[in-house]
């Protein structure tokens, strides 16, 4: 995490949970008490939500744990074996993407790159520009391949792509490389993949819906269906 911890945290008792106290640290060893929750009304399980504010730590591990207390006083483990959970603070933002190439092709362009070196890699996002110096417009996020295809782009045109990565704490890499491309004129004629009812079908009453599969390289304008009795 890089910013805050929406923590959740569920205390039971066989009778009634009065309060709950969230502590942190940064040892394991020595807790503070950050926030205590009390309670007026009687239950026997609570789910206390918390944001955690990351604000004052500085990147390594956090520690958090929760303290119960019953309506008679008596507490859940405080000691040193009680349950906690570690968490990461990380904002050190990865490596920008490297190795990368933009190819033009018939109706779409093709962005590419190679998988970086860091354990923690999350998603890819791409940005792109009619003029080298920009201004760069993000155009696709959460991109969990090592490839991007462009189908908005127009023919004629000649486009720039940056390519940046965001870790799991949400820490986005700087821009990579510029690369450019241009649409390759489309020439592929579309074709017809499939048609049902096959031939040689009794067509009738209850059977009288045609389907078509059709399919493009790039996209399909229409589609065209006839018939002829001879």
Do not use: C, M
């Amino acid at each position: 995490y890089s910013e805050s911890i929406s923590l959740s945290i569920v205390a039971t008792d066989e009778h009634n949970v009065s309060s709950i106290v969230l502590q942190t640290s940064t040892d394991a060893r020595n807790w503070t008490d950050l926030f205590t929750q009390s309670y007026l009304t009687v239950s026997k399980s609570r789910n206390l939500r918390y944001e955690l504010s990351l604000a004052d730590y500085g990147e390594g591990s956090v520690y958090v744990r929760a303290i119960a207390t019953d309506g008679a006083g008596n507490e859940s483990d405080s000691g040193v074996n009680a349950p906690y959970v570690q968490y990461i603070v990380d904002r050190t933002a990865p490596a920008a993407p490297e190795n990368v190439k933009a190819a033009g092709h018939s109706g779409y362009i093709e962005v590419s790159w190679t998988q970086g070196s860091e354990s923690d890699l999350s998603r890819y996002s791409v940005y792109r520009a009619l003029d080298e110096n920009g201004p760069y417009v993000h155009v696709a996020s959460g991109i969990a391949a090592t490839n991007y295809i462009d189908r908005n782009a127009a023919q004629g045109t000649v486009y720039y792509y940056k390519v940046t990565v965001n870790d799991v704490a949400g820490n986005e890499s700087g821009f990579s490389s510029v690369v450019s491309a241009e649409v390759v004129e489309d020439t592929e004629n579309p074709q017809i993949y499939s048609v049902y009812p096959e031939s040689g079908a009794t067509l009738g009453v209850g059977f009288r819906n045609v389907s078509v599969l059709a399919i493009d390289n790039n996209s399909l304008d229409e589609v065209e269906i006839a018939y002829s009795a001879d």
